[in-house]
């Protein structure tokens, strides 16, 4: 890289036509992230069939990678807050690449538990860093829609990736799916290093501040909240691979179909999802917490109907991935001081929730069998609803606005 590129790549509005390629680098290191999160669920029937273990054993694999996610999040923020944002973003994608690779040859279940727990440790810090990055690469009238695009890798994840991914482990054995990921991890770090400005970073907030911002009541309220949420979407998406084949009677190549209308859904959830909350963030994020979990329980009603079974997967794709925007949103309006470790706590959170739905699940199929899953997940959306009201008569008479970073929501 020239001098002149240098020089560009130290200020902190880098030329306006070399951010679009930058916010592709993060957003790709999103993708391969939501790819390794979620691929396993396409998967279960494979991974537990290989490793001799059941399918509730094969699904502490999504709970030990949330609970990666949940430890590694605030740990390495704390640690690396005041490292260049850069240097950070290679280190962790590194862990990531590592994680994956030994996910490809782990020979036993105890080890891939061991690298899935690995690879989460880069998961929440490298989305709130990126998110941060992002947010820095354009003028402040365009940063939450910088923020949106970084964010989209996890939903066209669930779309492209995930479906594929699933496709390759059940063509090649699942191991060959974790090598896909690892290569999207490489091309993801040469993006990095090439395309990624050193930005001029503002004087971090000291620990101490860090933590009373996020130790503020209102927040710990609403990642509560955003917990259950998530808490609900894992008890049943971990299992829904068995669930459609045992109890519907899909096969396992329409299964693959389905999860890419679930991506679908998602995406439309997430952009629908955040311009009402943009419109009305704490009304719109009550309605859609009920909606959602009026969708859930539908499902023992359709799951006998294939294409009643299908439309109720795709819908609950929408209202499960709608409340993401207004959590997020909510979490940096009340948290705005504490802008780094509000952004890594909040996927924190919110995999302890997937941690706790999916462990949950396993639990339920043990005790009363895979039919008793959606009623444990709506039963988590319908506290995650009480959370959300909550946290709206907390403060929906005061200003919470104020103050607020630029391209974050006014919303109450």
Same mark, same amino acid.
């Given at each position: 890289?020239?001098?002149?590129?240098?020089?560009?790549?130290?200020?902190?509005?880098?030329?306006?036509?070399? /951010?679009?390629?930058?916010?592709?680098?993060?957003?790709?290191?999103?993708?391969?992230?939501?790819?390794? +999160?979620?691929?396993?669920?396409?998967?279960?029937?494979?991974?537990?069939?290989?490793?001799?273990?059941?399918?509730?054993?094969?699904?502490?694999?999504?709970?030990?990678?949330?609970?990666?996610?949940?430890?590694?999040?605030? &740990?390495? !923020?704390?640690? !690396?807050?005041?490292?260049?944002?850069?240097?950070?973003?290679?280190?962790?994608?590194?862990?990531?690449? /590592?994680?994956?690779?030994?996910?490809?040859?782990?020979?036993?279940?105890?080890?891939?538990?061991?690298?899935?727990?690995? !690879? $989460?440790?880069?998961?929440?810090?490298?989305?709130?860093?990126?998110?941060?990055?992002? $947010?820095?690469?354009?003028?402040? +009238?365009?940063?939450?829609?910088?923020?949106?695009?970084?964010? @989209?890798?996890?939903?066209?994840?669930?779309?492209?990736?995930?479906?594929?991914?699933?496709?390759?482990?059940?063509?090649?054995?699942?191991?060959?799916?974790?090598? $896909?990921?690892?290569?999207?991890?490489?091309?993801?770090?040469?993006?990095?290093?090439?395309?990624?400005?050193?930005?001029?970073?503002?004087q971090a907030a000291n620990l101490a501040e860090q933590v009373r911002g996020l130790?503020?009541?209102? &927040?710990?309220?609403?990642?509560?909240?955003?917990?259950?949420?998530?808490?609900?979407?894992?008890?049943?998406?971990?299992?829904?691979?068995?669930?459609? +084949?045992?109890?519907?009677?899909?096969?396992?190549?329409?299964?693959?179909?389905?999860?890419?209308?679930?991506?679908?859904?998602?995406?439309?959830?997430?952009?629908?999802?955040?311009?009402? @909350?943009?419109?009305?963030?704490?009304?719109?994020?009550?309605?859609?917490?009920?909606?959602?979990?009026?969708?859930?329980?539908? /499902?023992?009603? !359709?799951?006998?109907?294939?294409?009643?079974?299908?439309?109720?997967?795709?819908?609950?794709?929408? *209202?499960? /991935?709608?409340?993401?925007?207004?959590?997020?949103?909510?979490?940096?309006?009340?948290?705005?001081?504490?802008?780094?470790?509000?952004?890594?706590?909040?996927?924190?959170?919110?995999?302890?929730?997937?941690?706790?739905?999916?462990?949950?699940?396993?639990? *339920?199929?043990?005790?009363?069998?895979?039919?008793?899953?959606?009623?444990?997940?709506?039963?988590?959306? &319908?506290?995650?609803?009480?959370?959300?009201?909550?946290?709206?008569?907390?403060?929906?008479?005061?200003?919470?606005?104020?103050?607020?970073?630029?391209?974050?929501?006014?919303?109450?």
């Amino acid at each position: 890289m020239n001098p002149k590129s240098n020089d560009n790549n130290r200020t902190s509005r880098p030329r306006k036509e070399r /951010f679009p390629l930058s916010l592709l680098v993060l957003t790709l290191g999103a993708f391969a992230i939501g790819m390794t +999160e979620f691929i396993i669920m396409g998967l279960l029937p494979n991974v537990a069939s290989d490793l001799g273990v059941s399918i509730p054993q094969a699904g502490q694999l999504i709970t030990s990678y949330a609970l990666g996610v949940a430890i590694g999040a605030p &740990v390495l !923020t704390i640690f !690396t807050h005041r490292l260049p944002q850069k240097k950070l973003l290679v280190i962790l994608i590194g862990i990531f690449i /590592f994680g994956n690779a030994v996910s490809v040859i782990a020979p036993t279940y105890s080890l891939l538990i061991l690298a899935r727990v690995l !690879t $989460a440790f880069a998961h929440g810090t490298f989305l709130g860093v990126g998110t941060l990055i992002a $947010a820095r690469l354009v003028q402040p +009238e365009k940063r939450a829609g910088a923020v949106s695009i970084v964010l @989209a890798g996890l939903t066209v994840a669930n779309i492209i990736g995930v479906p594929f991914g699933t496709f390759i482990g059940q063509q090649l054995g699942w191991r060959a799916s974790f090598g $896909a990921i690892t290569v999207l991890g490489l091309v993801s770090l040469s993006g990095i290093i090439r395309y990624i400005p050193v930005i001029v970073q503002d004087q971090a907030a000291n620990l101490a501040e860090q933590v009373r911002g996020l130790l503020n009541p209102k &927040v710990l309220l609403i990642l509560l909240t955003g917990a259950l949420g998530c808490g609900s979407l894992f008890a049943l998406f971990t299992y829904i691979t068995p669930i459609l +084949e045992q109890i519907t009677g899909f096969a396992e190549h329409s299964v693959t179909w389905i999860l890419v209308l679930f991506g679908v859904g998602v995406t439309l959830g997430n952009i629908i999802g955040g311009k009402l @909350a943009d419109w009305r963030l704490m009304p719109s994020l009550i309605v859609n917490f009920a909606v959602l979990a009026g969708i859930i329980a539908l /499902f023992p009603f !359709t799951l006998q109907h294939p294409v009643l079974a299908v439309l109720n997967v795709f819908l609950w794709g929408i *209202a499960a /991935f709608g409340i993401m925007p207004g959590i997020q949103l909510r979490i940096m309006n009340l948290a705005h001081k504490a802008p780094l470790l509000a952004t890594t706590s909040s996927h924190s959170a919110l995999n302890l929730g997937n941690a706790a739905g999916a462990y949950l699940g396993g639990a *339920a199929i043990n005790l009363t069998g895979i039919a008793s899953i959606p009623w444990l997940a709506s039963g988590l959306a &319908v506290l995650a609803l009480a959370g959300a009201w909550l946290s709206y008569l907390s403060t929906h008479s005061s200003k919470t606005s104020q103050g607020l970073p630029a391209g974050i929501s006014k919303s109450a």
